[in-house]
């Protein structure tokens, strides 16, 4: 299971404060991960076949980086 504690030691030792909404989203992608594993608990994700996560190519800053 995912878990926060790492993030959150890491940005305290920085001296980082997590905003608000980043811990929102934390939380959904927490319930998120509970529910998928609770429904399939064999499924991985990044290595099911069926999920695709690609990029469509643009850049958000452009050509300015290539």
């Given at each position: 299971?995912?878990?926060?504690?790492?993030l959150?030691?890491?940005?305290k030792?920085?001296g980082?404060?997590l905003?608000r909404?980043f811990?929102?989203?934390?939380?959904?992608l927490l319930?998120?991960?509970?529910?998928?594993?609770?429904?399939?608990?064999n499924?991985?994700?990044l290595q099911?076949?069926?999920?695709?996560?690609?990029?469509n190519?643009?850049?958000?800053?452009?050509d300015s980086f290539?």
């Amino acid at each position: 299971m995912f878990s926060t504690a790492p993030l959150v030691c890491v940005s305290k030792s920085y001296g980082l404060r997590l905003p608000r909404e980043f811990a929102l989203l934390m939380k959904q992608l927490l319930y998120l991960e509970r529910s998928t594993w609770l429904l399939a608990p064999n499924l991985k994700m990044l290595q099911d076949q069926r999920i695709s996560i690609v990029s469509n190519g643009r850049s958000k800053y452009g050509d300015s980086f290539k």
